[in-house]
Nanobody
Framework: VQLQASGGGLVQAGGSLRLSCVVS????????MGWFRQAPGQEREFVVA????????LYAESVKGRFAISRDVAKNTVHLQMNGLKPEDTAAYYC????????????????????WGQGTQVTVSS
């Protein structure tokens, strides 16, 4: 399976961007999709996750109310709508796929995710 992330760019503080991640291959109903980000010199951190079948979501506190994840099952695509962007949101954003045979609580731990896309850079200027 391959994950292809896109949609990053340069935006002013307060602006918006929409990231997309297309998955080539099968996404099973109990799988989860997640977004993580990594700023220069920092560890990769969790942003948001969504269960593919149920659509349940889990957000990091730092992005609640500003970011929204959605999925297009027909297109094997997950989107991340980012509003009210702040300079501290500047990072490379990665999408990830977590395989699961059954529905489990969503995870914010990167080691739980099996497949990763390449990063797409988001830069927010002040």
């Amino acid at each position: 399976v391959q994950l292809q992330a896109s949609g990053g760019g340069l935006v002013q503080a307060g602006g918006s961007l929409r990231l997309s991640c297309v998955v080539s291959g099968v996404i099973f109903s109990n799988d989860d999709m997640g977004w993580f980000r990594q700023a220069p010199g920092q560890e990769r951190e969790f942003v948001v996750a969504i269960n593919w079948r149920l659509g349940k979501t889990l957000y990091a506190e730092s992005v609640k109310g500003r970011f929204a994840i959605s999925r297009d099952v027909a297109k094997n695509t997950v989107h991340l709508q980012m509003n009210g962007l702040k300079p501290e949101d500047t990072a490379a954003y990665y999408c990830a796929l977590r395989r699961s045979l059954r529905v489990r609580p969503l995870s914010s731990f990167e080691h739980d995710y099996n497949d990763w896309g390449q990063g797409t850079q988001v830069t927010v200027s002040s």
